[in-house]
Protein backbone atom coordinates (compact mmCIF):
# COMPACT_ATOMS: atom_id res chain seq x y z
CA UNK A 1 0.00 0.00 0.00
CA UNK A 2 1.61 3.51 -1.10
CA UNK A 3 2.26 5.98 1.79
CA UNK A 4 0.73 8.67 -0.22
CA UNK A 5 -1.66 8.62 -1.59
CA UNK A 6 -2.47 10.93 -5.35
CA UNK A 7 -3.91 14.15 -5.83
CA UNK A 8 -3.92 14.38 -1.75
CA UNK A 9 -3.09 18.02 -0.52
CA UNK A 10 0.27 18.65 0.56
CA UNK A 11 0.70 19.98 4.30
CA UNK A 12 4.18 22.23 3.94
CA UNK A 13 4.61 23.45 7.44
CA UNK A 14 4.92 19.29 8.14
CA UNK A 15 7.24 19.05 4.51
CA UNK A 16 9.34 21.86 5.70
CA UNK A 17 9.62 20.81 9.62
CA UNK A 18 10.64 16.91 7.87
CA UNK A 19 13.13 18.93 5.40
CA UNK A 20 14.70 20.63 8.74
CA UNK A 21 15.02 17.87 9.96
CA UNK A 22 16.87 16.23 7.70
CA UNK A 23 19.35 19.58 7.07
CA UNK A 24 20.61 18.70 10.84
CA UNK A 25 21.65 15.43 9.99
CA UNK A 26 23.90 16.86 7.06
CA UNK A 27 25.22 19.32 9.64
CA UNK A 28 25.53 16.89 12.02
CA UNK A 29 27.14 14.48 9.58
CA UNK A 30 29.11 16.95 7.59
CA UNK A 31 32.76 15.44 7.78
CA UNK A 32 32.14 11.73 7.50
CA UNK A 33 29.77 13.02 4.50
CA UNK A 34 32.72 14.88 2.90
CA UNK A 35 34.95 11.97 3.58
CA UNK A 36 32.76 9.68 1.28
CA UNK A 37 32.14 11.75 -1.06
CA UNK A 38 35.71 12.54 -1.64
CA UNK A 39 35.80 8.73 -3.03
CA UNK A 40 34.61 10.12 -5.87
CA UNK A 41 35.24 13.82 -6.58
CA UNK A 42 37.68 16.67 -5.78
CA UNK A 43 37.16 18.57 -2.42
CA UNK A 44 36.41 21.60 -4.38
CA UNK A 45 33.03 19.93 -5.81
CA UNK A 46 32.35 18.30 -2.11
CA UNK A 47 31.93 21.45 -0.66
CA UNK A 48 30.19 23.50 -3.56
CA UNK A 49 27.47 21.00 -3.77
CA UNK A 50 27.27 20.31 -0.01
CA UNK A 51 26.38 24.33 0.25
CA UNK A 52 24.03 24.33 -2.74
CA UNK A 53 22.31 21.51 -0.75
CA UNK A 54 21.68 23.23 1.81
CA UNK A 55 20.83 26.54 0.18
CA UNK A 56 17.86 24.59 -1.62
CA UNK A 57 16.63 22.58 1.44
CA UNK A 58 16.23 25.59 3.83
CA UNK A 59 15.10 27.88 1.18
CA UNK A 60 12.08 25.57 0.54
CA UNK A 61 9.77 27.96 1.48
CA UNK A 62 10.37 30.32 -1.81
CA UNK A 63 8.65 27.42 -4.10
CA UNK A 64 6.10 26.87 -1.21
CA UNK A 65 3.34 27.89 -3.94
CA UNK A 66 4.30 24.33 -5.98
CA UNK A 67 3.88 22.00 -2.95
CA UNK A 68 0.00 22.10 -3.27
CA UNK A 69 -1.21 18.72 -4.04
CA UNK A 70 1.00 15.32 -4.42
CA UNK A 71 1.02 13.87 -8.12
CA UNK A 72 1.45 9.64 -9.12
CA UNK A 73 5.25 8.43 -9.34
CA UNK A 74 8.21 9.92 -10.62
CA UNK A 75 11.04 8.37 -12.42
CA UNK A 76 14.17 9.80 -12.33
CA UNK A 77 17.51 9.22 -13.91
CA UNK A 78 20.03 10.76 -12.06
CA UNK A 79 23.50 11.91 -13.90
CA UNK A 80 26.30 10.70 -12.88
CA UNK A 81 28.09 14.26 -11.17
CA UNK A 82 27.51 15.89 -7.83
CA UNK A 83 25.57 12.60 -6.28
CA UNK A 84 24.27 14.51 -3.56
CA UNK A 85 23.01 17.68 -4.98
CA UNK A 86 21.30 15.97 -7.57
CA UNK A 87 19.73 13.23 -4.79
CA UNK A 88 18.30 16.28 -4.06
CA UNK A 89 16.90 18.15 -6.89
CA UNK A 90 15.58 15.39 -8.55
CA UNK A 91 14.73 12.65 -5.94
CA UNK A 92 14.25 14.13 -2.60
CA UNK A 93 12.63 17.98 -3.86
CA UNK A 94 10.20 15.42 -6.14
CA UNK A 95 9.15 13.03 -3.30
CA UNK A 96 8.10 15.75 -1.57
CA UNK A 97 5.42 15.99 -4.08
CA UNK A 98 4.99 12.99 -4.57
CA UNK A 99 3.33 9.35 -3.92
CA UNK A 100 7.14 7.87 -4.94
CA UNK A 101 10.17 8.58 -6.77
CA UNK A 102 11.87 5.33 -7.98
CA UNK A 103 15.81 5.56 -9.23
CA UNK A 104 18.56 3.49 -9.66
CA UNK A 105 21.98 4.42 -8.59
CA UNK A 106 24.35 5.22 -12.02
CA UNK A 107 26.99 2.60 -12.50
CA UNK A 108 29.53 4.86 -11.36
CA UNK A 109 28.50 5.65 -8.13
CA UNK A 110 27.24 2.14 -7.07
CA UNK A 111 30.76 1.82 -4.67
CA UNK A 112 29.89 4.65 -2.47
CA UNK A 113 26.37 5.73 -2.98
CA UNK A 114 24.32 3.40 -0.36
CA UNK A 115 27.16 4.72 2.28
CA UNK A 116 25.55 8.15 1.29
CA UNK A 117 22.12 6.91 2.30
CA UNK A 118 22.86 5.23 5.16
CA UNK A 119 24.85 7.97 6.64
CA UNK A 120 21.85 10.78 6.24
CA UNK A 121 19.47 8.08 7.24
CA UNK A 122 17.51 9.01 4.07
CA UNK A 123 14.98 6.26 3.92
CA UNK A 124 13.68 7.76 7.57
CA UNK A 125 13.13 11.39 6.31
CA UNK A 126 11.75 10.53 2.73
CA UNK A 127 9.82 6.88 3.63
CA UNK A 128 8.63 7.07 -0.24
CA UNK A 129 11.75 7.03 -2.41
CA UNK A 130 12.20 3.96 -3.91
CA UNK A 131 16.28 2.61 -5.15
CA UNK A 132 15.99 -0.08 -7.76
CA UNK A 133 18.13 -2.74 -7.78
CA UNK A 134 17.42 -3.93 -11.19
CA UNK A 135 19.11 -3.83 -14.20
CA UNK A 136 18.88 -1.13 -16.44
CA UNK A 137 16.13 -2.59 -18.94
CA UNK A 138 14.14 -4.39 -16.11
CA UNK A 139 13.74 -1.17 -14.77
CA UNK A 140 12.47 0.72 -17.58
CA UNK A 141 10.20 -1.99 -18.30
CA UNK A 142 8.88 -1.96 -15.19
CA UNK A 143 8.49 2.12 -15.18
CA UNK A 144 7.77 2.09 -18.45
CA UNK A 145 4.70 0.21 -17.62
CA UNK A 146 0.72 0.83 -18.06
CA UNK A 147 -1.75 -0.04 -15.71
CA UNK A 148 -5.35 -1.39 -16.33
CA UNK A 149 -8.34 1.40 -15.48
CA UNK A 150 -10.80 -0.91 -14.04
CA UNK A 151 -13.66 1.89 -15.32
CA UNK A 152 -12.77 1.08 -18.67
CA UNK A 153 -10.59 -1.98 -18.72
CA UNK A 154 -7.95 -0.60 -20.64
CA UNK A 155 -4.53 -0.26 -20.57
CA UNK A 156 -3.84 3.53 -19.79
CA UNK A 157 -2.84 4.48 -16.46
CA UNK A 158 0.45 5.29 -16.48
CA UNK A 159 2.79 3.95 -13.56
CA UNK A 160 4.70 6.85 -14.33
CA UNK A 161 3.57 10.44 -14.01
CA UNK A 162 6.75 12.54 -13.97
CA UNK A 163 10.17 11.36 -15.32
CA UNK A 164 13.19 13.45 -14.71
CA UNK A 165 15.95 12.61 -16.59
CA UNK A 166 19.74 14.07 -16.61
CA UNK A 167 22.37 13.34 -19.56
CA UNK A 168 22.49 14.03 -23.32
CA UNK A 169 19.82 15.32 -25.58
CA UNK A 170 20.22 11.85 -27.46
CA UNK A 171 19.74 9.74 -25.03
CA UNK A 172 16.80 12.21 -23.65
CA UNK A 173 14.89 11.47 -27.34
CA UNK A 174 15.32 7.84 -26.93
CA UNK A 175 14.22 7.28 -23.75
CA UNK A 176 10.95 9.42 -24.20
CA UNK A 177 9.74 7.74 -26.53
CA UNK A 178 9.63 4.56 -24.56
CA UNK A 179 6.86 6.28 -21.90
CA UNK A 180 3.26 7.22 -22.31
CA UNK A 181 2.58 10.91 -23.93
CA UNK A 182 1.03 11.67 -20.85
CA UNK A 183 4.01 11.37 -18.50
CA UNK A 184 5.73 14.87 -17.42
CA UNK A 185 9.11 14.21 -18.86
CA UNK A 186 11.75 16.88 -17.15
CA UNK A 187 15.08 16.72 -19.26
CA UNK A 188 18.54 18.42 -17.86
CA UNK A 189 20.43 17.90 -21.28
CA UNK A 190 24.04 19.21 -22.36
CA UNK A 191 24.26 22.63 -23.17
CA UNK A 192 27.13 25.09 -25.37
CA UNK A 193 27.91 27.79 -22.21
CA UNK A 194 30.43 29.62 -24.36
CA UNK A 195 32.25 31.97 -22.04
CA UNK A 196 32.99 35.32 -24.33
CA UNK A 197 36.51 37.49 -23.47
CA UNK A 198 35.63 40.92 -24.96
CA UNK A 199 38.63 43.34 -25.88
CA UNK A 200 37.80 45.20 -22.88
CA UNK A 201 37.89 42.35 -19.97
CA UNK A 202 39.36 41.87 -17.00
CA UNK A 203 41.90 38.90 -17.56
CA UNK A 204 42.13 37.40 -14.08
CA UNK A 205 38.64 36.92 -13.64
CA UNK A 206 37.98 35.97 -16.61
CA UNK A 207 40.69 33.29 -16.60
CA UNK A 208 39.50 32.02 -13.07
CA UNK A 209 35.79 31.72 -14.46
CA UNK A 210 37.32 29.60 -17.29
CA UNK A 211 38.75 27.35 -14.78
CA UNK A 212 36.53 26.90 -12.02
CA UNK A 213 34.00 26.45 -15.37
CA UNK A 214 36.15 23.73 -16.95
CA UNK A 215 37.71 21.93 -14.28
CA UNK A 216 34.61 21.55 -12.02
CA UNK A 217 34.25 17.35 -11.92
CA UNK A 218 37.05 17.32 -14.70
CA UNK A 219 34.80 18.86 -17.16
CA UNK A 220 31.78 16.58 -16.69
CA UNK A 221 29.25 19.15 -15.66
CA UNK A 222 25.80 20.63 -17.97
CA UNK A 223 27.34 24.09 -17.09
CA UNK A 224 31.29 23.66 -18.81
CA UNK A 225 31.61 25.52 -21.78
CA UNK A 226 32.81 23.57 -25.07
CA UNK A 227 34.37 27.07 -26.19
CA UNK A 228 35.80 29.59 -24.66
CA UNK A 229 35.81 33.04 -27.43
CA UNK A 230 38.55 35.48 -26.91
CA UNK A 231 38.71 39.02 -28.82
CA UNK A 232 42.73 39.02 -30.36
CA UNK A 233 43.71 42.16 -29.21
CA UNK A 234 43.65 40.25 -25.51
CA UNK A 235 44.16 36.56 -26.87
CA UNK A 236 47.67 36.48 -26.55
CA UNK A 237 47.69 37.75 -22.81
CA UNK A 238 44.83 35.89 -22.03
CA UNK A 239 46.36 32.51 -23.05
CA UNK A 240 49.57 32.92 -21.32
CA UNK A 241 47.65 34.04 -17.96
CA UNK A 242 45.61 30.97 -18.68
CA UNK A 243 48.96 28.61 -18.79
CA UNK A 244 50.48 29.86 -15.86
CA UNK A 245 47.34 29.24 -13.72
CA UNK A 246 46.95 25.24 -15.35
CA UNK A 247 50.54 25.07 -14.16
CA UNK A 248 49.33 25.48 -10.67
CA UNK A 249 46.58 23.09 -11.01
CA UNK A 250 46.93 20.06 -8.61
CA UNK A 251 46.22 16.57 -10.14
CA UNK A 252 45.91 13.31 -8.19
CA UNK A 253 43.54 11.30 -5.94
CA UNK A 254 40.70 13.41 -4.46
CA UNK A 255 41.25 12.04 -0.84
CA UNK A 256 44.14 14.89 -1.40
CA UNK A 257 42.05 18.16 -0.74
CA UNK A 258 44.16 19.96 -2.80
CA UNK A 259 43.71 17.85 -6.16
CA UNK A 260 41.51 20.02 -8.40
CA UNK A 261 41.88 17.54 -11.31
CA UNK A 262 41.28 13.81 -10.81
CA UNK A 263 40.18 10.43 -12.57
CA UNK A 264 37.29 10.60 -15.33
CA UNK A 265 33.88 8.79 -13.66
CA UNK A 266 34.05 6.51 -17.02
CA UNK A 267 37.32 5.08 -17.93
CA UNK A 268 36.06 4.41 -21.31
CA UNK A 269 35.42 7.74 -21.75
CA UNK A 270 39.20 8.29 -22.30
CA UNK A 271 38.68 6.21 -25.70
CA UNK A 272 36.21 9.55 -26.72
CA UNK A 273 38.43 11.99 -25.25
CA UNK A 274 41.72 10.80 -26.98
CA UNK A 275 39.55 10.90 -30.41
CA UNK A 276 38.81 14.45 -29.69
CA UNK A 277 42.80 15.55 -28.52
CA UNK A 278 44.32 13.39 -31.84
CA UNK A 279 41.49 15.56 -34.27
CA UNK A 280 42.64 18.69 -32.84
CA UNK A 281 46.25 18.19 -31.95
CA UNK A 282 47.61 20.61 -34.94
CA UNK A 283 45.77 23.90 -32.53
CA UNK A 284 47.02 21.97 -29.10
CA UNK A 285 48.93 24.75 -26.73
CA UNK A 286 52.73 23.07 -26.74
CA UNK A 287 52.31 23.25 -23.22
CA UNK A 288 49.66 20.72 -22.74
CA UNK A 289 50.29 18.10 -24.52
CA UNK A 290 47.43 16.14 -23.20
CA UNK A 291 48.38 13.18 -21.33
CA UNK A 292 46.44 10.55 -20.23
CA UNK A 293 47.23 8.45 -17.21
CA UNK A 294 44.93 5.15 -18.36
CA UNK A 295 45.72 3.76 -14.74
CA UNK A 296 44.28 6.54 -13.29
CA UNK A 297 41.90 7.81 -15.29
CA UNK A 298 42.94 11.33 -15.60
CA UNK A 299 43.86 13.30 -18.43
CA UNK A 300 45.97 16.82 -17.16
CA UNK A 301 44.51 19.51 -18.33
CA UNK A 302 44.17 20.85 -22.08
CA UNK A 303 44.04 23.94 -24.04
CA UNK A 304 43.47 23.80 -27.63
CA UNK A 305 44.06 27.26 -29.21
CA UNK A 306 42.10 26.81 -32.59
CA UNK A 307 41.06 30.43 -34.36
CA UNK A 308 37.11 30.77 -34.26
CA UNK A 309 36.84 31.77 -38.32
CA UNK A 310 38.36 28.13 -38.44
CA UNK A 311 35.18 26.88 -37.13
CA UNK A 312 33.93 26.93 -33.91
CA UNK A 313 33.39 23.63 -31.42
CA UNK A 314 29.79 22.60 -30.69
CA UNK A 315 30.68 19.16 -29.11
CA UNK A 316 30.63 18.97 -25.26
CA UNK A 317 33.74 17.25 -24.05
CA UNK A 318 32.90 16.61 -20.35
CA UNK A 319 36.72 15.90 -19.84
CA UNK A 320 39.39 18.96 -18.70
CA UNK A 321 39.40 19.92 -22.22
CA UNK A 322 39.77 23.98 -22.60
CA UNK A 323 38.81 25.22 -26.04
CA UNK A 324 39.93 28.53 -26.86
CA UNK A 325 39.30 30.70 -29.97
CA UNK A 326 39.83 33.94 -31.26
CA UNK A 327 37.95 36.01 -32.39
CA UNK A 328 38.05 39.81 -34.37
CA UNK A 329 34.71 40.99 -34.69
CA UNK A 330 31.08 40.56 -34.34
CA UNK A 331 30.77 38.94 -37.90
CA UNK A 332 32.47 36.06 -36.33
CA UNK A 333 30.42 35.91 -33.88
CA UNK A 334 27.08 35.95 -35.54
CA UNK A 335 28.95 32.82 -37.48
CA UNK A 336 28.77 30.80 -34.52
CA UNK A 337 25.72 31.85 -32.32
CA UNK A 338 23.50 31.53 -35.84
CA UNK A 339 24.33 28.49 -37.01
CA UNK A 340 21.69 25.83 -36.11
CA UNK A 341 24.33 23.61 -34.25
CA UNK A 342 24.59 26.43 -31.63
CA UNK A 343 20.64 26.95 -31.06
CA UNK A 344 19.90 23.28 -30.70
CA UNK A 345 21.91 23.09 -27.36
CA UNK A 346 21.73 26.58 -26.48
CA UNK A 347 21.65 27.33 -22.81
CA UNK A 348 24.09 30.22 -20.83
CA UNK A 349 26.32 32.49 -22.29
CA UNK A 350 28.64 34.36 -20.01
CA UNK A 351 30.42 37.27 -21.08
CA UNK A 352 33.55 39.03 -19.65
CA UNK A 353 33.81 42.69 -20.83
CA UNK A 354 31.01 44.75 -22.89
CA UNK A 355 30.27 43.24 -26.38
CA UNK A 356 26.72 44.36 -27.40
CA UNK A 357 26.17 41.76 -30.29
CA UNK A 358 26.44 39.26 -27.11
CA UNK A 359 24.11 41.48 -24.50
CA UNK A 360 21.77 41.29 -27.47
CA UNK A 361 21.41 37.54 -27.28
CA UNK A 362 18.88 37.80 -25.37
CA UNK A 363 16.20 39.56 -26.93
CA UNK A 364 17.25 37.98 -30.70
CA UNK A 365 15.14 35.87 -32.66
CA UNK A 366 16.79 32.75 -34.25
CA UNK A 367 14.47 30.48 -36.56
CA UNK A 368 11.50 32.59 -35.17
CA UNK A 369 12.32 31.50 -31.57
CA UNK A 370 14.25 32.98 -28.77
CA UNK A 371 17.16 30.68 -27.80
CA UNK A 372 17.87 33.33 -24.69
CA UNK A 373 16.97 35.52 -22.11
CA UNK A 374 18.03 37.79 -19.63
CA UNK A 375 18.67 35.13 -17.36
CA UNK A 376 20.74 32.71 -19.84
CA UNK A 377 23.02 35.55 -20.78
CA UNK A 378 25.35 36.38 -17.46
CA UNK A 379 27.66 39.40 -17.55
CA UNK A 380 31.22 39.96 -15.17
CA UNK A 381 30.26 36.60 -13.13
CA UNK A 382 29.65 32.93 -14.01
CA UNK A 383 27.25 29.98 -13.01
CA UNK A 384 29.41 28.79 -10.16
CA UNK A 385 29.49 31.83 -8.22
CA UNK A 386 27.46 31.56 -5.26
CA UNK A 387 23.69 32.72 -5.46
CA UNK A 388 23.81 32.22 -9.68
CA UNK A 389 22.25 28.63 -9.86
CA UNK A 390 20.34 27.78 -7.07
CA UNK A 391 17.80 24.69 -6.53
CA UNK A 392 14.90 26.57 -5.89
CA UNK A 393 15.38 28.29 -9.25
CA UNK A 394 14.63 27.60 -12.82
CA UNK A 395 18.01 25.76 -13.79
CA UNK A 396 19.33 25.11 -18.04
CA UNK A 397 18.48 27.04 -21.85
CA UNK A 398 15.87 27.37 -24.42
CA UNK A 399 17.51 25.14 -26.64
CA UNK A 400 15.71 21.68 -26.86
CA UNK A 401 18.76 19.71 -26.46
CA UNK A 402 19.95 21.63 -23.01
CA UNK A 403 16.68 21.41 -21.09
CA UNK A 404 13.36 20.80 -22.22
CA UNK A 405 9.39 19.75 -21.44
CA UNK A 406 7.63 16.96 -22.62
CA UNK A 407 4.17 15.90 -22.18
CA UNK A 408 1.21 14.93 -24.80
CA UNK A 409 3.37 14.65 -27.84
CA UNK A 410 4.61 18.69 -27.07
CA UNK A 411 8.60 19.48 -26.52
CA UNK A 412 9.31 22.89 -25.23
CA UNK A 413 12.54 23.96 -24.90
CA UNK A 414 13.14 25.89 -21.62
CA UNK A 415 14.93 26.21 -18.05
CA UNK A 416 13.40 23.26 -15.64
CA UNK A 417 12.75 23.47 -12.42
CA UNK A 418 11.01 19.78 -11.14
CA UNK A 419 9.21 21.26 -8.27
CA UNK A 420 7.98 24.07 -10.63
CA UNK A 421 7.03 22.19 -13.63
CA UNK A 422 5.07 19.27 -11.78
CA UNK A 423 2.43 21.88 -10.20
CA UNK A 424 2.22 23.45 -13.60
CA UNK A 425 1.31 20.81 -15.71
CA UNK A 426 0.08 18.02 -13.33
CA UNK A 427 -1.65 19.70 -10.38
CA UNK A 428 -2.23 23.05 -11.65
CA UNK A 429 -4.72 22.40 -14.67
CA UNK A 430 -7.00 20.12 -13.01
CA UNK A 431 -7.21 22.35 -9.97
CA UNK A 432 -8.59 25.00 -12.55
CA UNK A 433 -11.03 22.28 -13.75
CA UNK A 434 -12.44 21.43 -10.42
CA UNK A 435 -14.58 18.60 -12.01
CA UNK A 436 -11.92 17.16 -13.91
CA UNK A 437 -9.87 16.89 -11.06
CA UNK A 438 -12.56 14.94 -8.90
CA UNK A 439 -12.79 12.33 -11.91
CA UNK A 440 -9.57 12.00 -12.08
CA UNK A 441 -8.93 11.25 -8.54
CA UNK A 442 -11.63 9.17 -8.39
CA UNK A 443 -10.37 7.09 -11.33
CA UNK A 444 -6.83 6.78 -10.07
CA UNK A 445 -8.49 6.11 -6.73
CA UNK A 446 -10.27 3.06 -7.92
CA UNK A 447 -7.71 1.68 -9.91
CA UNK A 448 -4.78 1.50 -7.13
CA UNK A 449 -7.85 0.57 -5.16
CA UNK A 450 -9.18 -2.89 -7.52
CA UNK A 451 -5.37 -3.36 -8.41
CA UNK A 452 -4.03 -3.47 -4.68
CA UNK A 453 -6.87 -5.28 -3.25
CA UNK A 454 -6.11 -7.82 -5.54
CA UNK A 455 -2.32 -8.54 -5.04
CA UNK A 456 -2.60 -11.20 -3.08
CA UNK A 457 -5.16 -13.18 -5.66
CA UNK A 458 -2.52 -12.85 -8.42
CA UNK A 459 0.52 -13.57 -6.04
CA UNK A 460 -1.57 -16.53 -5.52
CA UNK A 461 -2.32 -17.58 -8.86
CA UNK A 462 1.69 -17.00 -10.07
CA UNK A 463 2.23 -19.42 -7.05
CA UNK A 464 -0.20 -22.10 -8.69
CA UNK A 465 1.64 -21.45 -11.59
CA UNK A 466 5.09 -22.46 -10.32
CA UNK A 467 3.75 -25.48 -8.59
CA UNK A 468 2.41 -26.18 -12.03
CA UNK A 469 -1.35 -25.84 -10.99
CA UNK A 470 -4.13 -24.82 -13.18
CA UNK A 471 -5.37 -21.23 -12.95
CA UNK A 472 -8.63 -20.77 -11.74
CA UNK A 473 -10.84 -19.23 -14.35
CA UNK A 474 -12.03 -15.56 -14.11
CA UNK A 475 -15.21 -14.86 -12.62
CA UNK A 476 -15.41 -11.46 -14.23
CA UNK A 477 -14.29 -9.41 -17.29
CA UNK A 478 -12.27 -7.33 -15.15
CA UNK A 479 -10.26 -9.78 -13.18
CA UNK A 480 -10.02 -11.23 -16.29
CA UNK A 481 -8.65 -7.78 -18.13
CA UNK A 482 -6.28 -7.78 -14.56
CA UNK A 483 -5.22 -11.42 -14.77
CA UNK A 484 -5.17 -12.39 -18.12
CA UNK A 485 -3.63 -9.48 -19.84
CA UNK A 486 0.05 -10.35 -21.27
CA UNK A 487 0.05 -12.86 -18.39
CA UNK A 488 4.37 -13.39 -18.83
CA UNK A 489 5.19 -9.88 -17.88
CA UNK A 490 2.92 -9.78 -14.32
CA UNK A 491 4.68 -8.43 -12.00
CA UNK A 492 4.33 -7.56 -8.64
CA UNK A 493 6.46 -4.51 -7.80
CA UNK A 494 7.32 -4.19 -4.25
CA UNK A 495 4.03 -4.44 -2.73
CA UNK A 496 2.49 -1.29 -4.53
CA UNK A 497 1.70 -1.70 -7.36
CA UNK A 498 0.69 -4.44 -9.82
CA UNK A 499 2.70 -4.06 -12.89
CA UNK A 500 0.33 -5.63 -15.97
CA UNK A 501 1.57 -4.67 -19.21
CA UNK A 502 4.85 -3.01 -20.42
CA UNK A 503 6.37 -1.09 -22.89
CA UNK A 504 8.57 -3.52 -24.96
CA UNK A 505 12.23 -1.93 -25.40
CA UNK A 506 13.56 -2.22 -29.31
CA UNK A 507 17.79 -1.49 -29.89
CA UNK A 508 18.06 -0.30 -33.45
CA UNK A 509 20.76 -2.79 -35.20
CA UNK A 510 24.23 -1.23 -35.29
CA UNK A 511 24.55 -2.41 -38.90
CA UNK A 512 22.99 -2.99 -42.16
CA UNK A 513 20.56 -6.31 -41.84
CA UNK A 514 22.51 -7.33 -45.06
CA UNK A 515 20.79 -10.80 -45.02
CA UNK A 516 17.12 -8.96 -45.61
CA UNK A 517 18.40 -6.50 -48.01
CA UNK A 518 20.01 -8.89 -50.27
CA UNK A 519 16.52 -10.92 -50.35
CA UNK A 520 14.55 -6.98 -51.41
CA UNK A 521 12.46 -7.06 -54.36
CA UNK A 522 13.37 -3.79 -56.82
CA UNK A 523 9.48 -2.82 -55.89
CA UNK A 524 10.47 -3.09 -52.01
CA UNK A 525 13.58 -1.04 -52.45
CA UNK A 526 11.73 2.07 -53.67
CA UNK A 527 9.08 1.73 -51.09
CA UNK A 528 12.15 2.00 -48.38
CA UNK A 529 13.60 5.25 -50.32
CA UNK A 530 10.08 6.45 -50.25
CA UNK A 531 10.33 6.42 -46.86
CA UNK A 532 13.47 7.84 -46.62
CA UNK A 533 12.08 10.79 -48.64
CA UNK A 534 9.65 11.45 -46.02
CA UNK A 535 11.82 10.65 -43.16
CA UNK A 536 13.90 14.15 -44.24
CA UNK A 537 10.75 15.82 -44.67
CA UNK A 538 9.34 14.89 -41.82
CA UNK A 539 10.29 18.15 -39.77
CA UNK A 540 7.93 20.58 -42.01
CA UNK A 541 4.39 18.49 -41.44
CA UNK A 542 2.78 17.51 -38.18
CA UNK A 543 2.50 13.83 -36.65
CA UNK A 544 -0.92 13.05 -37.69
CA UNK A 545 0.31 14.21 -41.74
CA UNK A 546 3.58 12.39 -41.20
CA UNK A 547 1.18 9.19 -40.62
CA UNK A 548 -0.83 9.77 -43.12
CA UNK A 549 1.91 9.89 -45.88
CA UNK A 550 3.50 7.03 -44.51
CA UNK A 551 0.73 4.57 -44.52
CA UNK A 552 0.10 5.82 -48.04
CA UNK A 553 3.65 4.75 -49.09
CA UNK A 554 2.67 0.88 -50.17
CA UNK A 555 -0.94 1.91 -50.84
CA UNK A 556 -2.61 1.25 -54.63
CA UNK A 557 -5.39 3.04 -55.64
CA UNK A 558 -6.51 0.13 -57.97
CA UNK A 559 -6.65 -2.62 -55.26
CA UNK A 560 -9.11 -3.35 -53.14
CA UNK A 561 -8.78 -2.05 -49.13
CA UNK A 562 -8.00 -5.29 -47.45
CA UNK A 563 -5.03 -5.89 -50.60
CA UNK A 564 -3.80 -2.59 -49.60
CA UNK A 565 -3.83 -3.31 -45.79
CA UNK A 566 -1.85 -6.63 -46.64
CA UNK A 567 0.58 -4.72 -48.48
CA UNK A 568 1.06 -2.28 -45.54
CA UNK A 569 1.44 -4.56 -43.35
CA UNK A 570 4.25 -6.40 -45.68
CA UNK A 571 6.00 -2.98 -45.56
CA UNK A 572 5.93 -2.37 -41.97
CA UNK A 573 7.15 -6.08 -41.29
CA UNK A 574 10.05 -4.80 -43.70
CA UNK A 575 11.34 -1.60 -41.82
CA UNK A 576 11.02 -3.79 -38.84
CA UNK A 577 13.37 -6.35 -39.82
CA UNK A 578 16.06 -3.24 -41.58
CA UNK A 579 15.97 -1.21 -38.46
CA UNK A 580 15.83 -3.85 -35.63
CA UNK A 581 15.96 -7.39 -37.44
CA UNK A 582 12.63 -8.38 -35.86
CA UNK A 583 8.88 -8.70 -37.27
CA UNK A 584 7.72 -6.37 -35.10
CA UNK A 585 8.24 -3.31 -33.18
CA UNK A 586 7.28 -0.40 -31.77
CA UNK A 587 4.09 1.44 -33.34
CA UNK A 588 6.14 2.69 -36.41
CA UNK A 589 4.30 6.36 -37.32
CA UNK A 590 5.22 7.27 -33.64
CA UNK A 591 8.67 6.25 -33.52
CA UNK A 592 9.76 6.76 -37.47
CA UNK A 593 8.51 10.56 -36.43
CA UNK A 594 10.23 10.84 -33.34
CA UNK A 595 13.52 9.58 -33.51
CA UNK A 596 16.55 10.74 -34.88
CA UNK A 597 16.94 10.43 -38.14
CA UNK A 598 21.02 10.42 -38.24
CA UNK A 599 20.84 6.35 -37.16
CA UNK A 600 17.39 5.34 -39.24
CA UNK A 601 18.84 6.63 -42.54
CA UNK A 602 21.69 4.80 -42.21
CA UNK A 603 19.84 1.39 -41.95
CA UNK A 604 17.83 2.41 -44.30
CA UNK A 605 20.39 3.58 -46.97
CA UNK A 606 20.36 0.62 -49.10
Known amino acids: MSLYKKYTPIDFSETEERVNRFVLEIEKNKEKLIDILLEYESFEVVNDEINRTLDLLTSLAENKEYFSHRVGAVTSFMPRNQPLYALSCFVL ?28 DVHNYFPN ?24 HEENVPVTDVVIFTGTSKHADQLRMLFPKRTLFITNGSGHNPLIVARNANLEKATEATLSLTLYNQGQDCAAPNTIIVHDDVHEDFLSLLIQKIKKVKIGAYVDRDCRVGPISNAMDLVRVKEFLVTNREYMHPATPGIINTFNVTLEPVVIAKPLKEGGNYDEIFAPVIFVQKFSGDEELKKYFE ?53 TQPYGGRGIGASSIGINGKLIGKATLPQRDIFEWLVLPLIKNQEEFETQKALTECATEVLEKDIQKLLKIKNNELKGEENPAPTNTQDSEIFYFDRNLLEENTGRYIQVGTTLLYSLLKKHNTKCIELLSLQEINLIKSLVLLMES ?7 EFKKKLYAIPKKSEISDNENKSRQKHFFTLIYKLLFGKTSGPRLNHFLYEVDNTEVLKLLDI
Do not use: C, W
Not at 101 to 106: A, G, H, L, M
Not at 130 to 152: Q, W
Not at 357 to 386: A, W
Open 129 to 152: IVISEKERFEFLKERTALLINPSN
Open 93 to 120: VPSLMAQEVYFRIPAAMKFFFSKVIKLL
Open 339 to 391: DKKYSANAMYVTLYGDNKYILDLKDMIFDGRKIHDKYSVLQNIHLHEPGIERG
Open 538 to 544: KQKMSEP
